[in-house]
């Protein structure tokens, strides 16, 4: 990991990692490769890719920021490229569209994914909280029109750079990537019941909680709609409840990742 990695893309600017974000690829795998080598229109790369099957392709050294976080945001820094390591993963999908409901990961990624952090994270230091999906990252604002071409070039059946962000998706095992290793988890199991909390001001606390968690709660149009931010943890934390509403297990699950993060 320390020695200088010749890029195979030209998408970069040099920097040092503290973060990694983990993404689900919007095509195939074909097609992915193809954006992932710089050869598409579109200016996208990322550091690493794992396939189906675990085969992990790296593009770039981790010193050199990569362009895969887009418009981000987390723990107030607004130019996530420069602070993170992207890790791309095929997403599957029954559907073909991987729209995020219908893509899921294979056991051979996760275990993929995890050695490759693992490796990352000892190598720079990275703390497991700061082991994300972009969901976790995403503005939430419209991205950038682009044109007609380029989203061919990209994908023959939605125009990416017009979607907001919430890969790796709520099948993502983040739970059996703590398991192994990786990231943090709650320990919280799916309750029978969860309870959705209305009291204004305890709505308010919660959002303050998430902000010192890392998540953007400014909001919008500066920031996130704040059920947008509620439905992007509850995709990474609580994937058995994602309605974007403060909940009474969202308040403990998220009380628990707060004590990890700065008790560690």
Not at 41 to 56: Q, W
Not at 66 to 91: C, P, R, T
Not at 207 to 234: S, W
Request: include cysteine; hydrophobic fraction near 35%.
């Amino acid at each position: 990991m320390t020695e200088i990695f010749e890029a195979i893309t030209p998408h970069y600017n040099a920097r040092k990692p503290s973060m990694i974000i983990i993404h689900g690829t919007e095509v195939d795998d074909e097609k992915s490769r193809y954006i992932l080598s710089g050869k598409a229109l579109h200016e996208a790369s990322a550091h690493y890719y794992i396939d189906d099957k675990g085969e992990v392709v790296q593009y770039l050294d981790e010193t050199v920021r990569a362009w895969h976080a887009g418009k981000s945001h987390w723990a107030g820094f607004s130019d996530v490229n420069s602070l993170s390591v992207g890790i791309e993963l095929l997403a599957l999908s029954h559907n073909r569209r991987f729209d995020g409901e219908d893509t899921f990961y294979t056991e051979a990624q996760i275990t993929a994914l995890a050695e490759l952090c693992q490796k990352i994270s000892a190598s720079f230091n990275i703390r497991p909280h700061h082991i994300l999906g972009h969901q976790d990252i995403d503005s939430g604002r419209p991205y950038e029109p682009v044109p007609t071409e380029q989203i061919e070039a990209l994908a023959e059946e939605k125009p990416l750079a017009m979607q907001k962000k919430y890969d790796p998706g709520p099948s993502f095992p983040w739970k059996k990537l703590a398991d192994l290793g990786v990231g943090v988890w709650h320990g919280l199991e799916k309750p029978k019941q969860d309870t959705v909390i209305e009291d204004k001001y305890m709505i308010e606390a919660f959002a303050q909680m998430l902000t010192l968690y890392g998540y953007d709660t400014r909001p919008a149009p500066t920031g996130r709609d704040l059920k947008d931010v509620i439905t992007a943890f509850q995709t990474h934390f609580l994937p058995w409840n994602i309605c974007g509403l403060v909940t009474e297990q969202s308040v403990k699950a998220l009380d628990i990742l707060l004590q990890k993060k700065f008790g560690s």
